[in-house]
């Protein structure tokens, strides 16, 4: 499997950027696809995922309400729309999958990182 993330900018607090994750190499009927996120100095976090059979979404406390993520079956691409973004959401966003079985977020259950995309958000 392979991933590719895109999306990324630089954009002012309070605006918004759509994320895509795009796979590719197999059907992924009984995985989730996640999105997390690392800046500069500290581990990567979980931000949201989507089960890819029933459409089930999981947030991060810190960013319900402000992102919502979605997925488009055909084309085998998952989005991360970010909207009232906040300094703190700078960091580089990675997406990753794992089999939806023993659900958690831990990041070390994900697997198949896409090459990430730098998200900046100025003051």
């Known amino acids: 499997v392979q991933l590719q993330a895109s999306g990324g900018g630089l954009v002012q607090a309070g605006g918004s950027l759509r994320l895509s994750c795009a796979a590719s190499g197999r059907t992924f009927s009984s995985y989730a696809m996640g999105w997390f996120r690392q800046a500069p100095g500290k581990e990567r976090r979980f931000v949201a995922a989507?089960?890819?059979?029933?459409?089930?979404?999981y947030y991060a406390d810190s960013v319900k309400g402000r992102f919502a993520i979605s997925r488009d079956n055909a084309k085998n691409t998952v989005y991360l729309q970010m909207n009232s973004l906040k300094p703190e959401d700078t960091a580089v966003y990675y997406c990753?999958?794992?089999?939806?079985?023993?659900?958690?977020?831990?990041?070390?259950?994900?697997?198949?990182w896409g090459q990430g995309t730098q998200v900046t958000v100025s003051s």
């Open positions: 989507i089960i890819w059979s029933d459409g089930r979404t």
């Open positions: 990753g999958m794992r089999p939806v079985a023993n659900w958690n977020t831990a990041s070390s259950g994900f697997g198949s």
